[in-house]
């Protein structure tokens, strides 16, 4: 199970919050495990430290819960009722427990659309939007970050064959040095560009407000 690579960043602590959608496989050489509801059965699964645990445990039965309970280092309950999600929560939780972090989320993707769709526009959570280049989103097909409004170098991504940029909270964006550029002079509006590619240099991005959601992705083998 530990062959997923996501990326090299050797400087930062790395967090892994692990969430209640579909988990295949994560890395077993991450500094940080947290749990988030069902997805603290994963990692005690897996017989990974339960750094931390999160959320309302809806989604496991009481032996469950005192699994979770026993092995958890911390363990933070919240009700059923409120304005975060459970990943919001924990996001909130390592922001302050790990401030300088990269935070790699598993199992954000692949259960509820409601659930799936908050967890793509995290950013829009004006406690998350400052820290919202520390955030990766990750299963074995695609890998989610994140850019403010600005200027921006993306690298490509070893694995990783196409990438695609989501403008958000009504931003305009300009794509340069990628297979499919965009600028003033070829400009369209498009909620998702999809499907681009490097040419062996990186890509410019500029942001005009917003921010940008970014999806490396692959397909399926």
Not at 5 to 17: C, D, G, H, L, M
Not at 63 to 72: K, R, Y
């Amino acid at each position: 199970m530990n062959e997923f690579k996501p990326f090299e960043q050797p400087s930062k602590t790395k967090v892994a919050i692990v969430a209640g959608g579909r988990v295949e496989a994560i890395p077993l050489d991450l500094d940080v495990y947290v749990g988030v509801d069902a997805g603290c059965l994963f990692l005690l699964e897996q017989g990974l430290e339960l750094s931390l645990a999160v959320g309302d445990f809806d989604s496991v039965d009481p032996a469950e819960f005192q699994s979770i309970q026993s092995a958890a280092h911390e363990l933070r309950t919240s009700v059923a009722e409120k304005n975060d999600t459970d990943l919001e929560l924990a996001i909130k939780e390592v922001l302050a427990g790990w401030p300088q972090a990269d935070i790699l989320i598993f199992g954000a993707f692949g259960g509820r659309l409601d659930h799936h769709l908050a967890s793509v526009f995290l950013p829009s959570d004006p406690e998350i939007a400052p820290h919202m280049s520390m955030l990766h989103l990750l299963d074995r097909q695609n890998h989610l970050c994140y850019r403010p409004s600005g200027r921006h170098v993306i690298e490509a991504m070893e694995g990783f064959n196409y990438i695609g940029f989501m403008p958000a909270e009504g931003a305009r964006i300009r794509i340069e040095g990628a297979k499919y550029p965009l600028s003033e002079d070829n400009y369209f509006k498009k909620a998702i560009y999809g499907s681009n590619e490097f040419i062996d240099q990186p890509i410019v991005v500029t942001v005009d407000r917003g921010y940008l959601i970014i999806i490396y992705s692959k397909d399926r083998n």
